[in-house]
């Protein structure tokens, strides 16, 4: 399958006016668009000190890149809490109902812990997959509105298509203005309607640049939950997974996964590798401080290298077909 290439080019040249296009979703609205003769390997890099504190205080010049174990230059850095493009993806499948009230309350404390400037949008998933938002509008930064749209279509019912749940996301927030793109995935971890599989939306994952959160939300009679495929999804993008020991902690989690996206780094390489062979490309980030204290850095494991051949079209969400995820 041809992926386009976890990429976005070197300097921001301009704010031009643009429409948003994707899943039938149009809005128009300023967007950057970035344009320069070499690609930028954009990496999201948090670093916390061994008591989980996050640090943010530090130099560009404390920062290593490695790529297969070649050093590289680092081209651009940016260490200041800046608005992101970010959406949730939570499961409306039967399993769900439990949760129903919990989740959407949890959703609006994460949009309130979230900057201010953030792109928020929302898609929910069973069979198929629905755009909380409007087609006019299909990002918002209010709280309030995001948790009227949860509502409006969290209604849960029937099967699960997680997998193209993922890559309607994938293709949805590439569409936002910010630089800086995450998804937040709330699911069990099942998956019996996607008509992808689990390698099809890993590799989609990792040829992308969005950071992927998931948290586990379990029913212990449910049989086809498996909270160990998005474990998978948010460490192969660099992001982290939660599964609270109780439903009565989801929001605590929501709100953590907010401070999370608003305590990092983000950094980016042009390559030395210059072969576009569809490789996966192994990252390492180090830090290392004048007082050479103990830290812990989390960032993506690698990419994707861009084959020559073009993108493979985004997956249609509408009409899934029953394909069970391989283990």
Same mark, same amino acid.
């Given at each position: 399958?041809?992926?386009?290439?976890?990429?976005?080019?070197?300097?921001?040249?301009?704010?031009?006016?643009?429409?948003?296009?994707?899943?039938?979703?149009?809005?128009?609205?300023?967007?950057?668009?970035?344009?320069?003769?070499?690609?930028?390997?954009?990496?999201?890099?948090?670093?916390?000190?061994?008591?989980?504190?996050?640090?943010?205080?530090?130099?560009?010049?404390?920062?290593?890149?490695?790529?297969?174990?070649?050093?590289?230059?680092?081209?651009?850095?940016?260490?200041?809490?800046?608005?992101? *493009?970010?959406?949730?993806?939570?499961?409306?499948?039967?399993?769900?109902? /439990?949760?129903?009230? $919990?989740? @959407? !309350?949890? %959703? #609006?404390?994460?949009?309130?812990?979230?900057?201010?400037?953030?792109?928020?949008?929302?898609?929910?998933?069973?069979?198929?997959?629905?755009?909380?938002?409007?087609?006019?509008?299909?990002?918002?930064?209010?709280?309030?509105?995001?948790?009227?749209?949860?509502?409006?279509?969290?209604?849960?019912?029937?099967?699960?298509?997680?997998?193209?749940?993922?890559?309607?996301?994938?293709?949805?927030?590439?569409?936002?203005?910010?630089?800086?793109?995450?998804?937040?995935?709330?699911?069990?971890?099942?998956?019996?309607?996607?008509?992808?599989?689990?390698?099809?939306?890993?590799?989609?994952?990792?040829?992308?640049?969005?950071?992927?959160? *998931?948290?586990?939300?379990?029913?212990?009679?449910?049989?086809?939950?498996? /909270?160990?495929?998005? $474990?998978? @999804? !948010?460490? %192969? #993008?660099?992001?982290?997974?939660?599964?609270?020991?109780?439903?009565?902690?989801?929001?605590?989690?929501?709100?953590?996964?907010?401070?999370?996206?608003?305590?990092?780094?983000?950094?980016?390489?042009?390559?030395?590798?210059?072969?576009?062979?569809?490789?996966?490309?192994?990252?390492?980030?180090?830090?290392?401080?004048?007082?050479?204290?103990?830290?812990?850095?989390?960032?993506?494991?690698?990419?994707?290298?861009?084959?020559?051949?073009?993108?493979?079209?985004?997956?249609?969400?509408?009409?899934?077909?029953?394909?069970?995820?391989?283990?």
């Amino acid at each position: 399958m041809a992926i386009s290439r976890l990429i976005l080019t070197a300097t921001l040249c301009a704010i031009l006016s643009a429409g948003i296009t994707t899943a039938g979703i149009t809005n128009g609205q300023d967007r950057p668009v970035f344009s320069a003769k070499s690609d930028l390997v954009v990496l999201h890099v948090t670093v916390k000190d061994k008591k989980g504190k996050y640090v943010t205080d530090l130099p560009e010049d404390a920062f290593a890149v490695s790529e297969d174990g070649h050093r590289q230059t680092i081209r651009f850095f940016a260490a200041e809490d800046s608005p992101v *493009t970010v959406g949730l993806l939570i499961d409306s499948s039967s399993s769900m109902l /439990p949760n129903r009230e $919990r989740v @959407i !309350a949890a %959703a #609006t404390a994460f949009a309130e812990s979230s900057h201010p400037d953030d792109e928020l949008f929302a898609l929910a998933f069973n069979e198929t997959v629905q755009a909380a938002l409007p087609p006019d509008g299909p990002f918002t930064s209010s709280a309030v509105a995001l948790r009227r749209a949860v509502t409006r279509v969290i209604h849960p019912r029937g099967r699960t298509a997680l997998f193209d749940a993922i890559a309607a996301g994938l293709e949805y927030v590439s569409h936002g203005r910010h630089e800086r793109k995450v998804l937040v995935v709330v699911s069990d971890g099942g998956d019996n309607a996607s008509r992808l599989t689990f390698e099809d939306v890993l590799t989609k994952a990792e040829a992308s640049n969005v950071f992927i959160y *998931t948290m586990a939300v379990v029913d212990p009679l449910e049989r086809d939950a498996n /909270p160990k495929l998005l $474990r998978k @999804i !948010a460490r %192969a #993008t660099g992001g982290e997974a939660f599964a609270p020991a109780n439903n009565a902690k989801i929001a605590s989690v929501l709100q953590r996964i907010a401070r999370d996206i608003r305590h990092g780094y983000t950094i980016g390489y042009v390559s030395s590798n210059e072969t576009r062979d569809g490789s996966f490309r192994k990252t390492r980030v180090t830090v290392q401080t004048r007082d050479r204290r103990a830290l812990v850095v989390r960032t993506r494991e690698g990419y994707l290298a861009d084959t020559l051949s073009p993108p493979a079209p985004a997956a249609d969400p509408a009409t899934p077909q029953g394909q069970a995820a391989r283990d």
